[in-house]
């Protein structure tokens, strides 16, 4: 089945770029998601790359995905403390859309 | 336009008792989906439906886990002899066929 791994803590400065990576092993998902969660909140969607791109930029934020190494990144240009969370990179395996979420990567955004 | 809402936002119960838990979907959302996040770790997949029907189930939902969606709008989830293991936030997804997935805020569930 689909494994989804991310490395767990990132520490940046204020106003520097942030660059979370993360692998996945199911070749055949369509999407792969990048969530945001805050301390006791929910799961906020921040951005999604369809498989067939190779990068998407939304604002401070830019995802790329190298399909042949199962690897997607997520970068935030101009990091600020309010960035500071946790960010899962989640993918559909197969032919559901049932997500398997990575363990997350813990965000620090230190002035 | 009012997103996921789950209730309660935070239930305490003693081993043994059973739970219930709500999740009101995005109106005009299909499908409903209901992950469980231990403290360290992302959300674990538990179930999800396609208006009314129940598609799939993991292994983790337990027989003493059910959920239901009965008209295909909100969903409820049953613990039932609840254990410390069960300890964990539980959260509900809503989307449209195929579509990216939105989040309500869980609801954190602690066994005594």
């Known amino acids: 089945g689909e494994d989804v791994e991310q490395s767990l803590f990132l520490s940046v400065r204020e106003g520097d770029s942030s660059v979370i990576n993360c692998t996945y092993t199911?070749?055949?998902?369509?999407?792969l998601y990048w969530y945001k969660q805050e301390p006791g909140a929910g799961l906020q969607l921040l951005t999604y790359?369809?498989?067939?791109?190779d990068m998407k930029q939304d604002q401070r934020l830019t995802v790329l995905l190298n399909k042949k190494d199962k690897h997607l990144s997520l970068r935030i240009a101009d990091t600020q403390t309010g960035d500071s969370a946790i960010y899962f990179c989640?993918?559909?395996?197969?032919?559901?859309?049932?997500?398997?979420f990575g363990t997350g990567t813990r965000l620090q955004v230190f002035p | 336009d009012t997103g996921v809402s789950q209730d309660p936002r935070h239930k305490i119960t003693k081993r043994g008792q059973n739970v219930t838990f709500r999740c009101d979907p995005i109106s005009e959302h299909n499908r409903l989906y209901w992950y469980r996040q231990t403290l360290g770790q992302g959300p674990e997949f538990l179930t999800y439906f396609q208006n009314e029907a129940q598609l799939e189930k993991s292994r983790l939902l337990s027989d003493r886990f059910s959920a239901e969606r009965p008209k295909g709008s909100f969903s409820t989830l049953e613990i039932q002899r609840t254990e410390q293991g069960d300890s964990a936030m539980y959260l509900c997804a809503s989307s449209r066929s195929g579509s990216e997935q939105f989040f309500g805020p869980g609801t954190r569930l602690t066994v005594l």
């Open positions: 989640a993918a559909p395996p197969g032919n559901t859309d049932k997500l398997i």
């Open positions: 790359i369809f498989s067939n791109m």
């Open positions: 199911d070749s055949s998902s369509t999407y």
